[in-house]
C-alpha cells in the first residue's frame, strides 16, 4: 500500500498561473519534507514540517509556500511558476530529523508553458 | 564548492564485478548519513544508513570516516538489477538534508 501519495503525478500549468501540488501520507510520520528535482541533479531541499514548524532553506525563493493543515497533508504552492520551476517536485516523511529515513513518494512532474 | 561531492561516474561494468562509491561531505556539523538508490523517473528509496563503525547489507557495504567527511558504498557480485543512481545524502540534527548529485551505475551482461 502507497505511504506517501503525491497528487496529481504529472501536473501541466501556465507560465505564472499558480499551481498547487498535494502531498499525503499514512505513516503518521512527524516530518514532510518538499525536494525540488531537475533532471541529472540531486533533490534539493525547499522546506520541511516539523510537526507544524515550518523550516524554510535559505535559497526557497519566495515563489514557494507550502501548508501543512493537519499531520498527513502537505501542500506546494507556487505562486506564479516560471519555466525554470519545471522541475520533478518530491514529497518525502520521516518520523524524526536527522537519524530517521526519509520516505519518498512517487514525484509530481510540473510542466510549464 | 557543494556540500555534498560525489564521484561523477558513471560507472559501466560487467556482471559480478565490484565497484565502489565514494562521497565527501562539507559540513562538520553533519550527524546521520545515508545511502539512496534512485531508478529512471523514480522517487528516491533508502538503500542503507551509514554507521560509524561501517555495516554491511548483503552485497552492499558502506563506510564513514568522520575524520576526513568521507563515506563510501561498495557493491560485491554487481548485478543487472543493481543499475541505477546512487545518492549519498547527509543530515544535520536541525533537519536539513543534503543530497549529492548522486553516481550512476550500468551493470552490462
Known amino acids: 500500500d502507497a505511504m506517501v501519495i503525491q497528487n496529481p503525478r504529472y501536473q501541466v500549468t501556465q507560465f505564472g498561473k499558480p499551481v498547487t501540488l498535494s502531498c499525503s501520507q499514512t505513516?503518521?510520520?512527524?516530518?514532510m519534507y518538499w525536494y525540488q528535482q531537475k533532471s541529472s541533479q540531486a533533490p534539493k531541499l525547499l522546506f520541511h514540517y516539523y510537526d507544524k514548524d515550518f523550516n524554510n532553506e535559505a535559497d526557497t525563493p519566495d515563489n514557494f509556500q507550502s501548508r501543512r493543515p493537519n499531520t498527513s497533508f502537505c501542500f506546494l504552492d507556487i505562486r506564479s511558476p516560471g519555466l525554470g520551476d519545471a522541475a520533478m517536485y518530491l514529497c518525502?516523511?520521516?518520523?524524526?530529523?536527522?537519524?530517521?529515513?526519509?520516505?519518498f513518494g512517487p514525484g509530481t512532474r510540473l510542466t510549464v508553458l | 564548492r557543494k556540500e555534498v561531492e560525489q564521484d561523477p561516474g558513471p560507472f559501466n561494468v560487467p556482471e559480478g564485478a565490484t565497484v565502489a562509491f565514494n562521497c565527501t561531505y562539507s559540513n562538520s556539523a553533519s550527524q546521520s548519513f545515508f545511502w539512496y538508490r534512485q531508478d529512471c523517473r523514480k522517487e528516491p528509496k533508502l538503500l542503507m544508513s551509514v554507521y560509524s563503525s561501517g555495516n554491511e547489507d548483503g552485497r552492499f557495504t558502506a563506510q564513514l570516516n568522520r575524520a576526513s567527511q568521507y563515506i563510501s558504498l561498495l557493491i560485491r557480485d554487481s548485478k543487472l538489477s543493481d543499475s541505477a543512481t546512487y545518492l549519498c545524502?547527509?543530515?544535520?540534527?536541525?533537519?536539513?538534508?543534503?543530497f549529492g548529485d548522486g553516481t550512476t551505475l550500468t551493470v552490462k551482461p
Open positions: 518525502a516523511t520521516s518520523r524524526g530529523l536527522a537519524q530517521d529515513t526519509q520516505y
Open positions: 505513516l503518521n510520520h512527524n516530518v
Open positions: 545524502v547527509v543530515n544535520t540534527n536541525a533537519g536539513k538534508s543534503t
